[in-house]
């Protein structure tokens, strides 16, 4: 990760369609399901759920946490390798690789 990056500072995106609820003490994640022409069409004929249940484990729980828009990507590192130590090495990768699902998917972004 460039050095830089490590200065920036993951906040969840403020959007009302994005609940994260506590569920056995991990938060699980649910958000409108984005479709595109052919899964809207599918939908109609079979159905389905309008929205995504993204259940986190402790390690992604911690994470989601820190994203509050006050510490930076290097806070969250050092943190998490702090909490769980060798249980989630190599941590930087981890973290990197979560933060990059929650950027793809409009879940947080980067406050400078």
Excluded: H
Aim: one cysteine or more.
């Amino acid at each position: 990760m460039k050095e830089n990056l490590l200065n920036y500072k993951p906040i969840k995106t403020d959007n009302n369609e994005v609940k994260s609820i506590y569920e056995n003490e991990t938060v699980t994640l649910i958000y409108p399901k984005k479709f595109g022409r052919i899964e809207k069409w599918i939908k109609k004929k079979i159905g389905g759920p309008e929205e995504l249940r993204r259940p986190l484990d402790k390690y992604t729980t911690y994470i989601w946490e820190l994203c509050n828009g006050k510490n930076t990507i290097g806070d969250i590192i050092s943190k998490f390798d702090g909490k769980f130590g060798e249980e989630v090495a190599p941590a930087d990768v981890r973290v990197q690789a979560f933060i990059k699902q929650l950027l793809e998917l409009n879940l947080i972004s980067f406050d400078i």
